[in-house]
């Protein structure tokens, strides 16, 4: 069973991710690329969310699908991202 905070980064970037491509259940390390079950335009549309919803900039040496992969590396990018800007206050 998981257990985590309804408004964690993990927790909002799941649900995002699974209204968006209709699926019951993800687990946080399914890679949705390589499943082939999204696509390159899904990946934009990933990106402008993290910005609006975490207020981060994802800038072109981000664009990496590592980054994007799986919920686990979507959280770990954005906890990276808000680190950077807060250390660079």
């Known amino acids: 069973m998981r257990v985590d905070n309804v408004n964690s980064p993990q927790s909002i970037i799941r649900s995002y991710i699974m209204e968006n491509i209709n699926v019951a259940e993800l687990d946080d390390n ?26 981060i900039k994802v800038t072109m040496d981000d664009l990496d699908m590592e980054n994007f992969k799986t919920v686990n590396s979507t959280s770990h990018f954005v906890q990276r991202k808000k680190e950077a800007t807060h250390g660079s206050v």
Not at 30 to 55: H, P, Q, W, Y
């Open 30 to 55: 399914f890679d949705i690329f390589e499943a082939g079950i999204v696509n390159s335009l899904f990946a934009i549309e990933l990106m402008t969310f993290l910005e609006k919803t975490f207020a």
